[in-house]
């Protein structure tokens, strides 16, 4: 059984869920794969095998014990308390259906380590208080290796249940997230699943070791990344950052900003519907940035490492496009590249619902940007159902938006713009009312996706402060369509006429000849 020193230095860092079944180990031995995947860095072990009988599990645990005992690293065993007691493992994990905590206590004493698996805050909260040494905190994501996952809670419902772990008198419990994490998402999962100082301890991962061909080399990776965790996304300031409700000081800031991306030529990868592709690309042309218009999923690996962002625009879904979105996301976020999503009509149909959620739990975002009824259908906060990609009259008051994009960003950990006739930005933390802009933008068509675009190329150009960065895209853009305003008649001639003011704007600001000042922008700190 577990030793007070196991107990009391329990490292969860990385934790090694086997997994038996042919589809995921192959023909590769289980004992050879354990002690490999220890050798690379896996902190704790659980043997797990449903469908084994019981003679071959002692077996089989007996000899994966031998192996672990040998780097002194913690070997529980799942769910079963009588194959724990037979070969001395240090503790079981027991699911919601297993044996009750209190009878395993009872079975195996106060040193043995007890995980229990929480799918929910009340789940969470009831292993709490029943003593719970750590807390299997999942699924994260849909995952091949469980058929009878009962929920998909995502980064979201991680960091509720984290959440519930640090309020008032509840005990502090470590936590493993599991569920289909691996080297391209666990440090996204890491961040974003984190509750202001209270994260994750480590993960839980099956397939990304066991099914590797070099089970030390994948859990070598995995250990790297965890304990490593930089900061490819954060939900407010990057560190050190010193613009907090300044607006002096932000304007400042964003001349260098500016002028740097009208000759950067960054890449902008436009994951975008087919109507507004030509006139994204203009904009993306006419402010500095290099376009790629391309929703093919191929391309997103070699394009993903060439420092550009993504967007991500859901004006056209089909099955085809959403796996080339989910392609998309996974090859930046692994590149550790700014993705932005424009959910376009996000509350219209069931399908776009539906696409939201999947993307959510897909991959991480830099930016969600939309109207007002395209946020909150990311937020899940509105059952109303859009009548298309157009915002519609607002009913909702500047407080209630302001809550709404505070919220939400402090969710998804990234930053969330609310546009309309006044423009909400927010970091969680740091909130902005920008009211620059002309009526003109929405009498045309692509107005928001080609700020989007802008917004995105931005991010990879300036990744000291994404906020900031946000903020110096959209006022280089809708400054732009303020100018193009004074000498248009209409939707036509507005087009061209604020293309060149985005070409213009941009030398101006890089020469020194346009200044911005508190007058011009219209910025108000929330």
Request: aromatic share 4%.
């Amino acid at each position: 059984m577990a030793s007070q020193s196991h107990k009391k230095h329990l490292d969860l860092t990385l934790y090694l869920v086997t997994d038996s079944t042919p589809a995921i180990l192959g023909d590769a031995d289980l004992t050879w794969v354990v002690e490999e995947a220890i050798k690379g860095g896996v902190s704790i072990v659980q043997y797990r095998d449903k469908h084994a009988d019981t003679g071959d599990m002692i077996e089989t645990a007996a000899r994966l014990h031998a192996v672990t005992k040998q780097y002194n690293v913690p070997l529980l065993i799942n769910d079963r308390v009588d194959v724990c007691l037979a070969v001395g493992a240090e503790g079981v994990h027991v699911g919601q259906e297993d044996m009750s905590l209190s009878q395993v206590r009872s079975l195996l004493g106060p040193d043995a380590i007890i995980g229990v698996t929480a799918s929910s805050i009340a789940e969470a909260s009831k292993a709490i208080d029943g003593g719970a040494d750590y807390l299997g905190v999942g699924t994260m994501f849909a995952t091949p290796t469980k058929t009878d996952t009962k929920s998909i809670i995502g980064t979201k419902g991680t960091q509720a249940i984290l959440q519930t772990c640090s309020t008032g008198t509840k005990k502090s419990v470590p936590c493993v997230a599991i569920g289909s994490i691996n080297a391209s998402n666990v440090q996204r999962v890491l961040h974003q699943s984190a509750h202001n100082d209270n994260q994750l301890s480590g993960v839980a991962v099956v397939s990304a070791i066991m099914a590797s061909h070099d089970p030390r080399a994948a859990a070598k990776e995995l250990k790297a990344l965890v304990t490593s965790a930089p900061e490819k996304y954060y939900a407010a300031a990057a560190p050190g950052s010193d613009i907090v409700s300044d607006t002096a000081r932000l304007l400042s800031k964003l001349p260098a900003i500016i002028a740097a991306h009208v000759d950067s030529s960054v890449l902008c990868h436009n994951m975008t519907n087919t109507v507004v592709q030509n006139f994204a690309a203009n904009v993306c042309l006419a402010t500095g940035s290099s376009p790629i218009m391309s929703i093919n999923a191929r391309e997103a690996v070699d394009l993903a490492k060439l420092g550009g962002a993504l967007v991500i625009n859901m004006g056209t879904v089909t099955p085809d496009t959403i796996n080339a979105y989910l392609s998309g996301m996974k090859a930046y976020n692994a590149a550790g590249n700014p993705v932005l999503f424009d959910p376009v009509g996000g509350g219209a149909t069931t399908l776009r619902r539906d696409t939201i959620k999947t993307l959510l739990t897909g991959g991480f975002f830099s930016v969600i940007k939309g109207n007002e009824g395209e946020i909150s259908a990311v937020a899940g906060t509105s059952d109303v159902q859009q009548r298309g990609v157009d915002s519609g009259p607002s009913t909702s008051t500047e407080e209630t938006k302001v809550a709404l994009v505070k919220a939400l960003a402090r969710r998804e950990r990234c930053i969330v713009l609310m546009t309309g006739a006044t423009d909400y930005l927010s970091d969680g933390d740091r909130t902005l009312a920008i009211s620059n802009g002309s009526h003109w933008l929405g009498r045309i068509t692509g107005s928001g996706c080609a700020l989007g675009s802008t917004i995105a190329s931005y991010l990879a150009l300036h990744r000291e402060d994404k906020f900031v960065a946000a903020v110096a895209a959209m006022l280089h853009y809708e400054i732009a369509a303020e100018r193009a305003a004074t000498h248009c008649t209409g939707p036509g001639t507005f087009i061209p006429a604020f293309l060149d003011e985005l070409y213009l704007l941009g030398q101006e600001v890089k020469d020194g000849r346009y200044h911005l000042s508190e007058q011009n922008a219209k910025l108000r700190w929330l």
